[in-house]
């Protein structure tokens, strides 16, 4: 389907006729007695980031002024 492609090369324009051709070649292939065409799909998530150098840079490890228990035991442990 690639209804979300980023790539920043593709091409933008898939022309009508392409689609028609190949939804009646699937069709051919494909379709159930009733006209139905059944389909299975890959859904595929992915996510990128990468450091901005004008970004807040993380604290260092063990500088907090308080635990993650302590605070747990204040609020809660949400169960």
């Known amino acids: 389907m690639g209804e979300t492609n980023a790539l920043l090369q593709s091409s933008s324009i898939l022309k009508r006729?392409?689609?028609?051709?190949?939804?009646?070649i699937y069709d051919s292939m494909f379709a159930a007695e009733?006209?139905?065409?059944p389909a299975t799909f890959q859904?595929?998530?992915m996510t990128g980031w990468r450091e901005h150098p004008?970004?807040?840079?993380?604290?260092?490890?063990g500088s907090a002024?308080?635990?993650?228990?302590?605070?747990?035991?204040q609020f809660g442990n949400g169960s």
Do not use: N, P, W
Request: glycine share 4%.
């Open 17 to 24: 006729e392409t689609v028609l051709a190949t939804a009646a």
């Open 43 to 45: 859904v595929i998530y």
């Open 34 to 37: 009733d006209g139905t065409v």
């Open 54 to 61: 004008s970004q807040q840079k993380a604290k260092r490890r």
């Open 65 to 73: 002024t308080i635990s993650f228990h302590d605070i747990q035991k």
